[in-house]
């Protein structure tokens, strides 16, 4: 079973609007930590935003937010005033704490094209 | 500006020949991860370290692939021999805050390899 989901393969958005990446996740540890990467065409992977299960509070990172939704286990990815260097692949992943084991969970990414 | 860093940043090989990929992890991280990144599969993680030692490499295949940490700076993953199905681009990442909840993976620039 996939244990992170994105559901958009793909989005277009008009440059300076806000743009919402989805992504839903299945665990049943309840510890958890919730991570959002970048990867634009040229190719690196670029840390972004870290979300952690017992978080009271949305993180944000400048113009990133992450909405976190523990009850429906989504955390969708906030972009605002979208620029045109967001044009990017987005990926989600989910760490879960239990054990020692320290792999990130990845999800099959959303690629986004911001339109000028 | 601690980045980990990538040796080579594109390979280019015949079938059968031997291919050492190389990582610097960013210093003072002692947990460090190889990972493959194809079209199809999406982002694998291949095996990773910590302190140096092996924790796990369930997702590298035994038989043509090995990763060592000869020493806290240097990370090599060889293919020997090298196939086409290999092709691929070969991540490293490193990451801080070993067993603490927001433990972040850092990711190097990749190597592009291209197996003929």
């Known amino acids: 079973a996939q244990k992170i989901t994105q559901t958009q393969p793909g989005m277009f958005v008009q440059e300076k609007e806000a743009v919402t990446l989805d992504c839903t996740y299945d665990?049943?540890?309840?510890?958890?930590?919730l991570f959002w990467y970048k990867q634009p065409s040229s190719g690196e992977m670029i840390f972004l935003i870290y979300?952690?299960?017992?978080d009271e509070q949305n993180a944000t990172e400048g113009r990133y937010s992450l909405n976190f939704q523990k009850a429906r286990k989504s955390a969708n990815l906030v972009i605002s005033a979208s620029q045109l260097g967001d044009s990017a692949m987005y990926f989600c992943?989910?760490?879960?704490?239990?054990?020692?084991?320290?792999?990130?969970?990845w999800g099959a990414g959303t690629k986004l094209i911001i339109k000028p | 500006d601690a980045r980990v860093t990538q040796t080579p940043r594109h390979k280019v090989t015949e079938m059968g020949q031997e291919v050492t990929m190389r990582c610097q992890p960013i210093l003072g991280h002692n947990t460090v991860f190889w990972y493959r990144q194809t079209m199809m599969q999406g982002l694998e993680l291949l095996a990773y370290?910590?302190?140096?030692?092996?924790?796990?490499d369930s997702g590298m295949p035994k038989d043509r692939f090995s990763a060592e940490m000869p020493d806290a700076t240097l990370a090599t993953l060889k293919i020997q021999p090298s196939e086409p199905r290999d092709s691929a681009v070969y991540f490293c990442a490193s990451s801080d805050r070993p067993g603490r909840d927001q433990e972040t993976q850092y990711f190097g620039p990749g190597t592009r390899l291209l197996v003929l």
């Open positions: 665990t049943s540890d309840q510890s958890y930590g």
């Open positions: 370290f910590r302190n140096r030692a092996p924790l796990d």
């Open positions: 979300q952690g299960s017992y």
């Open positions: 992943a989910m760490r879960e704490f239990s054990g020692s084991n320290y792999q990130l969970i």
